[in-house]
């Protein structure tokens, strides 16, 4: 099959301020409504909530052309896989998968294999599946998701692999508003405030993959959120790499603060927001959450380091002072709150020093839970050009010394809940059980109960009875 390149990635200009193009919501074709008839598709999603809601848009243009999901990809007429770059192992994980879905394509032919989210934005990776894997016949950027149509039309009618990623205009997204069937969820809604990231950590691949920031109107944003209140949502996710820098790219102080108030005035049940960055989190913010209880009381601030020498090799602006002035202020103004961070061990050069001063902070904050790492060189990084004297058995080891301790906090907050109650939007069904039901209380805490599916979408009210470091098991208290 030959190959159609519109463009291709280049992380140096991907690192570049670049004019912002505003692309509207793609429309079907008639060629796809009439392909799409009784057609099938698989998606797998990699990575983070950005490309959950990517997953979800691309999900509801395939079932816009009359297509069907199903769970296994063979057999599928179109397998995407949405991809993350985060770290070397998600990367090896996608080519894995691609090598399994190579036999579901010698089974059906006519299968379309696309690959889509921040892995392709890397040249050599976006080169390699090209090269490896020849039963790809669809690769498409992250800004690129508003041409899916056209792009899949291409390679149906011209029979040819269609690779469309560029780094030079990172789009404004229109998102569709409010279909149901554009969400995984049917209670629980991730909704975009802005896209990118303009902060350039230096170990991190996402300002090359996700473009510069890019904030969403705030009237499409409130707009979004009274259409999913109509459809029955609970509660939604603010989304941003950087939600606190919401509104900069535009000239505007403070924007976050106030759209904050004015999504909880709204009147949906729950608000969450991820993810604040500690020296641009301000009191504002702090403010407008004391004041709505319906803006839940739970906040990752991801902290990475310890070490204020680190944290200055990371680019991260801020030292582990500041951050804790944060927390003891956040902490002041919201009590009751639940925190949880993002830590990197390993980080070239890091010394047993730098890394007992993480382990400072953790036994300081004492977090409800955290994302814990080891540090994966991404090429193309600032950080991917330093020499590294730590070997991987001091990595490992410092990595489950500090899993110990962030685990032993974990199960001591969530013995707190014992013999209290607490509010619970319950939304799944136990795979294994199905008399257990779970969900999430305000500070984030899952919590499992004996019950049926008719709770599924309702807050109810919970007495904890027991606690394990990652659970809380309950019981229903009717009032
Ligand atoms: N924008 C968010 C985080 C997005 S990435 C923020 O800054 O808070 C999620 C987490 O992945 C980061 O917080 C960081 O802890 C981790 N991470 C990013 N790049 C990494 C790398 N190269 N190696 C290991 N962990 C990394
Ligand atoms: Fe990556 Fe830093 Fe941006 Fe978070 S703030 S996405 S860690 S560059
Ligand atoms: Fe991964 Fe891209 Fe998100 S690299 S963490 S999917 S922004």
Redesign the pocket.
Same mark, same amino acid.
């Given at each position: 099959m030959k190959t159609k390149i519109l463009s291709l990635p280049d992380l140096k200009k991907a690192g570049q301020k670049k004019e912002i193009e505003s692309v509207p919501v793609c429309k079907p074709t008639d060629y796809l409504l009439s392909w799409g008839r009784d057609k099938t598709f698989a998606i797998r999603t990699y990575g @983070?909530q950005a490309n959950v809601r990517d997953s979800e848009i691309i999900r509801n243009y395939l079932l816009s052309l009359g297509m069907k999901e199903k769970e296994d990809f063979s057999g599928a007429d179109f397998v995407l896989f949405n991809t993350c770059a985060?770290?070397e192992n998600a990367e090896n994980h996608l080519y894995g998968e691609l090598g399994l879905c190579k036999k579901a394509y010698d089974n059906k032919r006519d299968m379309i294999i696309a690959v889509c989210g921040c892995v392709v934005q890397e040249e050599e990776a976006t080169r390699y599946i090209l090269e490896h894997f020849k039963h790809v016949s669809l690769i498409f950027g992250t800004s690129r998701i508003n041409s899916f149509y056209y792009l899949l039309q291409d390679c149906l009618k011209e029979k040819m692999r269609i690779v469309d990623v560029s780094s030079t205009s990172f789009s404004l997204l229109k998102e569709p508003v409010g279909s149901v069937a554009s969400r995984f969820s049917k209670h629980k809604a991730f909704v975009n405030i802005m896209y990118g990231?303009d902060?350039f950590?230096t #170990? @991190? &691949?996402?300002p090359y993959t996700r473009g510069r920031e890019r904030s969403r109107d705030k009237e499409d944003i409130i707009k979004e959120v009274e259409e999913l209140i109509k459809l029955g949502y609970k509660e939604v996710t603010l989304l941003g790499?950087?939600v606190d820098a919401y509104g900069k790219d535009k000239g505007e102080k403070y924007a976050f603060a106030s759209l904050l108030e004015e999504v909880a005035k709204t009147g949906i049940k729950r608000i969450r927001f991820t993810?604040p #960055?500690p020296s641009d989190f301000n009191p504002e913010v702090f403010q407008v959450m004391a004041k709505y209880n319906n803006i839940m009381p739970s906040i990752h601030l991801?902290i990475?380091s310890g070490s204020d020498e680190i944290l200055k090799k990371m680019n991260r602006r801020y030292t582990s002072k500041e951050y804790l002035d944060i927390v003891k202020l956040l902490r002041e103004k919201l009590p009751d709150v639940a925190l949880t961070t993002?830590? &990197?061990v390993g980080f070239p050069n890091e010394t047993e020093e730098d890394f007992l001063k993480t382990l400072d902070i953790v036994n300081e904050v004492k977090y409800d839970s955290a #994302?814990t790492?080891?540090?994966?060189k991404?090429p193309g990084t600032p950080a991917s050009k330093l020499y590294d004297n730590v070997s991987e058995s001091v990595k490992h080891e410092r990595f489950d010394r500090l899993k110990k301790i962030i685990d032993f906090y974990a199960e001591e907050n969530a013995k707190k809940y014992v013999g209290k109650t607490t509010e619970v939007l319950f939304d799944t069904v136990s795979k294994r059980d199905k008399t257990m039901i779970s969900g999430y209380n305000p500070q984030g805490k899952l919590v499992h109960v004996k019950g049926d599916e008719s709770i599924l979408g309702q807050i109810r009210k919970v007495e904890i009875q027991t606690s394990h470091t990652y659970s809380l098991i309950g019981e229903i208290k009717d009032e």
């Open positions: @983070c985060i770290r990231c902060k950590c #170990y @991190c &691949i996402v790499q950087n993810t #960055y991801p990475q993002d830590i &990197i #994302y790492f080891i540090y994966s991404r």
